[in-house]
């Protein structure tokens, strides 16, 4: 089944330990991306990456940082985490194509992460 | 940088009945207009875009939007909504840069 996987789904974690949000998707997908979601902000693009080895900020990166080593993987890096930091996470991926910037999104099911 | 626009953030209608959830952008240059559903506890999932071409553009579920440009404006429409459509609603638009900006989401609820 095609699709973009997340975990965790739900952490709740102290602030400054380090964790990692891992992101993979089976599709084959060039553009890889993250958003945070809070309410009534809707979703804020944090990172996104058009290619391996290739990643830029999106409109919120400050606190986080991504790699891409690999196609399917697209992991979100909390280096020392903190409470504004509690948010529902997205991953998402869009197939190759002439431009992904007007390509379908597809994203996953969300990690919930609280810091305390 | 562009900006998006969702005026109503709760829109609550009868089933069966017509809604119109709007959306209106602002950018220095073309943009492409996405709209997404995100259903209760799931991630998000592309109901239409407008790229270029007619500006009605059709959608899953029988949800359509009409891009008018002297407007800014991208509002999605359904004749006849059903409770199944009950869900959280956000338009999209992507400039000449390869990243995407979200509004900040309409929650529909349809009611019995």
């Known amino acids: 089944e095609a699709q973009v996987t997340q975990n965790p789904r739900y952490l709740i974690t102290v602030t400054g330990k380090k964790l990692t949000v891992t992101c993979s998707q089976n599709m084959n997908h060039e553009y890889m991306s993250w958003y945070r979601q809070d309410p009534g902000l809707g979703l804020r693009q944090i990172y996104y990456?058009?290619?391996?080895?290739?990643?830029d900020k999106g409109d919120v990166p400050e606190g986080y940082k991504v790699s891409r080593k690999e196609k399917r993987n697209f992991p979100l890096i909390l280096e020392s985490p903190s409470p504004n930091q509690t948010s529902l996470y997205f991953c998402?991926?869009?197939?190759?194509?002439?431009?992904?910037?007007?390509?379908?999104?597809?994203f996953g099911p969300g990690t919930r992460l609280t810091v305390l | 940088a562009q900006s998006v626009t969702q005026l109503d953030s709760q829109v609550p209608v009868f089933e069966e009945a017509p809604v119109e959830l709007r959306c209106n952008y602002s950018s220095s240059v073309s943009v492409y207009l996405f709209w997404y559903v995100q259903y209760p506890n799931q991630g998000l999932q592309l109901l239409l875009k407008?790229?270029?071409?007619?500006?009605l553009v059709k959608g899953i579920n029988g949800f359509e939007a009409e891009f008018n440009k002297s407007q800014t404006s991208f509002h999605l429409r359904k004749p006849s909504v059903h409770i199944s459509d009950t869900a959280e609603y956000f338009c999209?638009?992507?400039?000449?840069?390869?990243?995407?900006?979200f509004g900040p989401g309409t929650r529909l609820s349809v009611l019995p």
């Open positions: 999209a638009v992507s400039d000449h840069g390869q990243n995407f900006v």
């Open positions: 990456s058009m290619n391996v080895e290739v990643t």
């Open positions: 998402a991926s869009s197939p190759p194509g002439h431009s992904s910037r007007t390509d379908t999104q597809y």
């Open positions: 407008y790229l270029s071409g007619s500006t």
